[in-house]
């Protein structure tokens, strides 16, 4: 009997398919366990995840759940923020993949590593578009697929909305689910075959389960009416004929149908219900699709409300009034001033008053069913229909979490087959609100804004008409409270009509003594049409340089403000200008010491008594329209500037506008956005965007055009809609003030200051000559001589020059003999006509 010797072909096989040339096997065996051991834990450390662990997003003093400790949670805080569920699949891919290349199994396939991290990135994708379940721990964050699995869904949706698609995320979602499935078949070394036969396997489970479930229906038919005797069981109204055709229909359900969700609705079913009314629920259309029966019996039935609860109530928005001829607008400004008449901007359409309450009534009994559908419970008790979207208050079962909720706002706006829906908590109410856009969106116009009572009668220091509310109701925000403003929006969002719309809400409302403007359009496309109006301190700056340069001389002027207003024993603008208005009345005269130069023979600075300006402060807006081109050309220098401003400008009347189209963290950083806690954010394109600016989401949801979200001081959300006002408008303006007066521009506001060159000291000594000097002081005396007023400040703000420079050219003039030395009061005399630089 001959001894068998085992066949080692398979062995030989798999040598040969490593390509002849065997690895190591001690270096195969510790690359195994290496991976086998990495994926071992990722899984338990994202299965013990607790969102509570310190982390790095999370420094709290508590213990540590973790399975791994605080390295694990470490790892599974940004694992499960930045993947996801995915974190779990590469976990058991790592495993697998350690557990063949420890014990040899299976030929060798170069390609397997890519297949299956394909198929993992494809289903995060995926995961990315599922539906946020209510145990989700970072369901208020980011999605089943994490960060990633978001920003790559965004990516791949987008051509499909280029194409039109509705849905496009949906579209997106099982383009990748495929594509994870295919991935995953070759990652696994499955043929066609193998497929087919796996196919064949989920569909004959499936008919199993649909025959199970037809005898459970036909048993449960035949329950409610059997009778309590011996007698043989009868399904009453029910033949053989009838379940056999239930069955068949059972089979084509779950046939065609398999991966439908239909436990929860056969659960929620009265026991003693007729299988004809089970059956009759469903109707088979063409190719095997299984519809619901749309008839009007039944939708009476769907939309009728549980436990019989109280249709909800209307309060639709009241139509505005607008007042054919407006008086002209007055306010606390001088008597003199002529602001711009309200019939420059044109005369808007009459709103539509009629309200279709019967309609809206459906849509929240509808909307009522797409809850109930996602497992959300509670009732529709508020309809507030507005211009653009209508607001549904939804009163949530007890142990609803509003987070769940909320997260379920694309999937709301796709049953309910609309663009976008917002869904947000109702502060100080029970109540969740749910917005909806109109079929028909009215537009609001600024002009409505400007004449209505809100704003004729508001008495703000800063008036600005951000828009109407859902209901209807005009806003008016006050700059000098916020006291600062934070813009972002993307392209055809309607920020530039915003910022238009601010400004000329100002313009209608306060004279160039009441406010002034310097105004930064890197992009000279927006602000220049603002070019030559009485109320700007410079002209347009359009170069980022230029721009850096400007924001300098805005902080020396807040500085020097605040010098002024400490040697008046005032803390803020307003009670400088009424300290002001009342010493102009009694001629009481106020004087600060300043810095004129240094003494020859001890070296120590000399001073003279300077006579504060005791005319209206005005205040000083600056709007920077986008930030990011500052940012790209001097970021730390810009950041800088804007912090100080930002951190201190406020009482000396000095505010910033700023706006962006590229929200991100290196335009809208850390400590830009802390010092701006007035923010608004017109439509962007993702959550992260949306959470950049306001610090959480809505913003994708928008509709564009105007439609926004304003945060007040930090506060809650509310949502405005933007008006309206053409470029033709504005140009009307513009012209009407271009006609009233040049405007006063203060040089050197653009230019850079070396303050080691335009020191006092250096000046003094001689180091200021040249022609372009020699003309400059000649044009001083000049004005000295025929004004009769020796003052640093006077020939500052005559020749439009800076602080330093006009105090050298004072002092040489007493060197010259020109004016004498300050008296005890600080006052100069004008000694003699004749002079060296005549």
């Known amino acids: 009997m001959s001894s068998q010797r085992p066949d080692n072909s398979d062995q030989r096989q798999a040598s040969a398919e490593y390509g002849g040339r065997r690895p190591s096997a001690l270096l195969r065996f510790l690359t195994g366990v290496m991976a086998f051991s990495i994926g071992v834990f990722i899984c338990g450390a994202c299965g013990s995840y607790m969102p509570s662990d310190p982390s790095l997003n999370a420094a709290t003093d508590g213990p540590v759940n973790n399975l791994f400790g605080s390295g694990g949670a470490i790892a599974a805080d940004l694992l499960t923020q930045t993947f996801g569920w995915t974190a779990w699949l590469a976990g058991f891919g790592l495993m697998a993949a350690g557990l063949r290349r420890t014990f040899a199994i299976g030929p060798r396939r170069g390609m397997r590593w890519v297949w299956g991290t394909a198929a993992i990135t494809f289903a995060g994708i995926c995961l990315a578009a599922w539906p946020i379940p209510a145990n989700w721990p970072l369901a208020a964050e980011t999605g089943l697929g994490g960060v990633a699995g978001e920003r790559l869904l965004y990516l791949l949706s987008r051509p499909f909305a280029a194409l039109g698609l509705p849905a496009p995320d949906t579209w997106a979602a099982t383009v990748c689910g495929l594509g994870a499935m295919i991935s995953a078949a070759i990652a696994m070394g499955l043929d066609a075959s193998d497929a087919i036969a796996v196919l064949r396997t989920v569909r004959h489970s499936l008919s199993i389960a649909g025959r199970a479930t037809a005898n459970v229906a036909a048993t449960a038919a035949a329950t409610a009416t059997h009778k309590r005797d011996d007698a043989p069981v009868e399904v009453a109204g029910t033949s053989n004929n009838e379940v056999s055709d239930l069955r068949e229909r059972a089979n084509s359900f779950f046939e065609n149908m398999g991966t439908r969700k239909t436990a929860q609705q056969d659960a929620q079913l009265p026991v003693e219900a007729p299988a004809d009314d089970i059956a009759s629920q469903f109707t088979v259309a063409e190719k095997g699709v299984l519809k619901r029966v749309e008839d009007t019996q039944e939708k009476a039935q769907q939309i009728q409300r549980s436990a019989d609860s109280p249709a909800p109530n209307l309060n ?329 401003l930002a951190q201190m400008a406020r009482a000396a009347g000095i505010h910033l506008i700023t706006a962006t189209q590229r929200p991100s963290v290196d335009v809208i950083t850390g400590t830009i956005k802390a010092n701006f806690p007035t923010r608004i954010s017109y439509m962007v394109t993702t959550k992260i965007d949306s959470r950049t600016i306001l610090g959480e989401q809505g913003a994708e949801q928008l509709l564009g055009q105007g439609d926004l979200l304003y945060q007040a001081s930090g506060g809650r959300l509310q949502r405005l809609h933007g008006p309206f006002v053409s470029d033709e408008e504005v140009e009307a303006i513009v012209s009407h003030l271009k006609a009233l007066g040049e405007p006063d521009y203060i040089e050197g506001i653009t230019e850079e200051v070396d303050e080691d060159a335009g020191s006092v000291a250096d000046n003094a000594f001689g180091t200021s000559s040249g022609d372009p000097e020699e003309d400059l002081y000649r044009e001083a005396v000049a004005v000295v001589r025929r004004d009769k007023r020796a003052s640093t400040s006077y020939v500052q703000r005559r020749l439009k020059i800076g602080y330093n420079r006009a105090a050298s050219l004072i002092e040489r003039m007493e060197q010259e003999g020109v004016i004498s030395g300050p008296n005890h009061a600080g006052k100069r005399q004008i000694l003699g006509e004749d002079s060296d630089a005549a």
């Open 316 to 644: 639709p928005a009241k139509p505005v009034q607008r007042p054919a001829a407006p008086a002209p607008m007055a306010g606390h400004s001088p008597a003199d001033r002529i602001l711009p008449p309200i019939d420059l901007l044109d005369a808007p359409p009459p709103r539509r008053s009629d309200i279709d309450e019967q309609r809206l009534l459906e849509m929240a009994d509808e909307l009522q069913i797409v809850l109930n559908d996602f497992g959300v419970k509670g009732r529709i008790t508020e309809v507030r229909p507005g211009p653009v979207v209508t607001l549904f208050e939804l009163e949530p079962a007890p142990g609803t979490k509003s987070s769940r909720v909320i997260a379920l706002a694309e999937d709301i706006a796709r049953s309910m087959s609309s663009t976008s829906a917002r869904v947000a908590v109702v502060p100080g109410r029970n109540a969740i609100g749910i917005e909806l856009p109109n079929p028909d969106r009215e537009t609001v116009y600024l002009r409505d804004l400007l004449a209505s009572q809100a704003f004729r009668r508001n008495r703000a220091a800063l008036p600005m008409a951000l828009g109407e509310t859902i209901g209807g109701e005009p806003t008016v925000a006050d700059l000098a409270k916020m006291p600062h403003l934070l813009i972002a929006g993307t392209t055809g969002s309607g920020k530039s009509v915003g910022i238009n719309a601010m400004i000329l809400s100002l313009l209608y409302k306060l004279s160039p003594e009441e406010c002034r403007f310097i105004m930064i359009d890197p992009k000279m496309l927006e602000l220049s049409i603002y070019e030559g109006i009485p109320h700007l301190l410079s002209p347009v700056v359009i170069d980022p340089q230029k721009a850096v340069a400007a924001l300098k001389w805005v902080v020396r002027e807040m500085e020097s403000r605040y010098e002024v207003m400490a040697k008046m024993g005032v803390r803020n603008i307003s009670g400088f200008n009424a300290k002001a208005s009342e010493a102009r009345k009694t001629g009481e005269v106020f004087t600060r010491p300043v810095q004129t130069g240094y003494n020859s023979d001890t070296g120590e600075p000399t001073y003279e008594n300077e006579i504060i300006d005791m005319r209206h402060m005005p205040h000083i807006v600056v709007v920077i329209d986008e930030m990011a081109d500052l940012m790209i050309v001097a970021g730390k220098e810009i950041e800088a500037l804007v912090q100080r």
